[in-house]
Every structure is written in C-alpha cells, then in structure tokens.
C-alpha cells in the first residue's frame, strides 16, 4: 500500500523538516489539498507555495484540488509541478472532458467524490481516471473522525475499477489513523491519505514507519 503524508497537518514553520522527515520514512507521495473557502470552509494555498515546495523533495505531488471550477486551475497546478491532479467530481458538470484535459497535460487524473456520492456516480467516467479518491470524511477540515460507511465504497470502488480499469489506483482521506488503516487497505485501498495521524506524531518519520509495519503483520 501507497502512503500519501497530507501536509495539512505539518507544520509549515519547518516545513522542509517535515518533508524530509517523511520522505525518508518512505513515503510515496507527498498529498497537497488545495482549499478555496467555497467549495469547502478552509482556505489553504495555491500553486505559488506548492511551486515553492516542489524543490524540496523529489516525491511525486498529489494535489487535491477541493474548488469550485477546478478546470479554470489545473493548468496553473500542473506549471509548478503538480504529478497527480485530483478534483471532485460534484465540483465540475464536465468531468470526462476535465480528465481527458489533465491527462494531456502529461499528468495523472484524479477524481474524488464527497461521502454523500454514490460510487455508482463514476461509472461513465472511470475509464478516463488514473486515480479514485474515496473521501472517507467530509471535506474541509483535518482531523476528523473516519466514516466507516467507506469502507463499503471502498469495496465499490474496487469492483468497478477491476472490470474497467485495472491500471487505476484507489486512494482514501479522511480520518485514517492506525486503527483504520488495516481496515482501509482490507477493503481494497491502494493509497491513504494520512495527515494528523503523522505529523501530530512527536517523530513523523518513526509513526510513518510504524503505520506500515502495521500492514506487515
């Protein structure tokens, strides 16, 4: 399984530590959610900060973009160094032409939909999707609790990209700590999504480390 630190939870006054930190514990991706104040409360950072974090660390970008008119952005995202380009699919009415689009900006597409959303939603899209983000709680904030109903959206998701595609990635957010971890990636979850549970850690590197090993076991 892929683990994807969100930086939402670091702490950006040693934000170069932090990196560092979990990309020598072997972390996959570095996770980047992107917040507009409309399409959710918080507001977070655009493509400046993450352009100014991309020379940091070598570590694939997985940008979650949780904004209203994601199409107007993707572009700008992807110039600062962007790698997988994920928006939600209640946040756009053209979600096939917006992942054919990301694609072929030499990029990943992703696309992420609320607790509310069906997986069935994806049906007529998943062909076009290089990843799946199941959001396990509402967006918006860190810190919250895990929602168990995805785990069975999990599974849902699992079926469907088996018949139609096999290539594309599942990646949960929201609430994964070390109780849900081995739960998440029971269900079928290639990727998770892991803030709070790292970093408020007092050693992120040694928790990251940890949160893997509970999958060996």
């Given at each position: ?13 040693r934000i170069a530590e932090e990196i560092s930190a979990v990309e020598g ?162 269900a079928g979850a290639d990727v998770a999504v892991m803030g709070s549970a ?20």
């Amino acid at each position: 399984m892929k683990f994807a630190p969100s930086l939402l939870s670091a702490d950006f006054a040693r934000i170069a530590e932090e990196i560092s930190a979990v990309e020598g514990a072997g972390a996959d991706y570095v996770h980047l959610d992107v917040m507009d104040g409309r399409f959710v409360p918080n507001i977070t950072w655009g493509p400046k900060i993450i352009g100014d974090l991309r020379a940091l660390t070598p570590l694939p970008f997985d940008a979650h973009l949780m904004i209203v008119e994601p199409e107007r952005y993707v572009e700008a995202f992807v110039a600062v160094g962007v790698n997988i380009v994920t928006f939600h699919l209640e946040a756009t009415p053209h979600a096939q032409r917006l992942l054919a689009h990301v694609r072929s900006l030499g990029v990943k597409a992703g696309i992420a939909i609320d607790p509310q959303t069906p997986v069935a939603a994806l049906a007529e899209v998943v062909e076009y999707c290089d990843l799946i983000l199941i959001m396990s709680v509402n967006p918006g904030f860190g810190g919250q609790s895990f929602l168990p109903r995805s785990l069975v959206k999990i599974r849902e998701a699992r079926a469907l990209v088996a018949e139609r595609n096999p290539q594309c990635e599942i990646e949960v957010d929201g609430g994964i700590n070390a109780q849900s971890l081995p739960l998440v990636a029971a269900a079928g979850a290639d990727v998770a999504v892991m803030g709070s549970a790292i970093f408020d850690a007092a050693d992120p590197a040694a928790q990251l480390r940890t949160l893997r090993a509970l999958l060996a076991t």
